[in-house]
């Protein structure tokens, strides 16, 4: 919830509706998190592309009280990342991916990769490797919001952990996080609230994180 010297949320979400999924109106504040849960193919994915103006959904959703039709989709998704669960790579090496390699490995390191990593070829990069490298690409952005589609589902628990680490940094400096997962036990670690997604439709949950 927002604080109450700061009556505008981060986000504010009303009257969703993506691809047939409604959702319930809901808030979010900075350092907030919302786990999102469900059966596969029930719409978390959906959800969470609409939330980044990927994919067509009805309602409003504004940040810090500013309607997203009032900035174009690359603004938007600059402060409102998503990033898939196979995230697109569209150069040979990691490192053309980057505008400043040196700013990424700090993030490439906290998750156990080397900055030798700057000159790998994406073709040898492994399934968990992607995910770690697209989620650097993301926090180099730094944005207010991150979006994650199963950010943690091909690592090991040595890397989960330490990309749960550096989310829950991210909180504690005032971001905040939508992320789908299949695993509870890191839904009671992360998150503040959970929504469930079953037949088309979502409700909301309470949660109390562990970090």
Do not use: N
Request: hydrophobic share 45%.
């Amino acid at each position: 919830m927002a604080s109450d010297g700061d009556a505008v949320p981060l986000l504010s979400v009303q009257g969703l509706s993506a691809t047939g999924v409604s959702v319930p109106d809901f808030t979010l504040a900075a350092g907030e998190a919302i786990a999102v849960m469900g059966p596969s193919g029930s719409g978390k994915s959906l959800f969470l592309r609409a939330l980044a103006d990927l994919d067509p959904g009805d309602g409003e959703i504004a940040l810090r009280g500013a309607d997203r039709g009032t900035l174009s989709g690359p603004a938007w998704r600059r402060r409102v990342t998503y990033v898939a669960a196979e995230s697109g790579w569209w150069a040979e090496t990691v490192g053309e991916h980057f505008a400043d390699w040196s700013a990424a490995a700090v993030f490439a390191r906290a998750f156990g990769l080397p900055d030798e990593a700057r000159d790998w070829t994406v073709a040898r990069l492994s399934t968990g490797e992607r995910q770690r490298l697209a989620l650097v690409r993301a926090l180099v952005q730094d944005p207010e919001i991150l979006l994650l589609d199963e950010p943690t589902s091909g690592l090991d628990d040595e890397a989960t952990a330490a990309v749960e680490q550096e989310l829950g940094k991210r909180l504690r400096a005032g971001a905040a996080l939508i992320f789908s997962t299949h695993d509870a036990q890191q839904a009671e670690r992360l998150a503040h609230r959970r929504l469930r997604f079953a037949r088309g439709a979502a409700r909301e949950e309470r949660s109390a994180p562990c970090r």
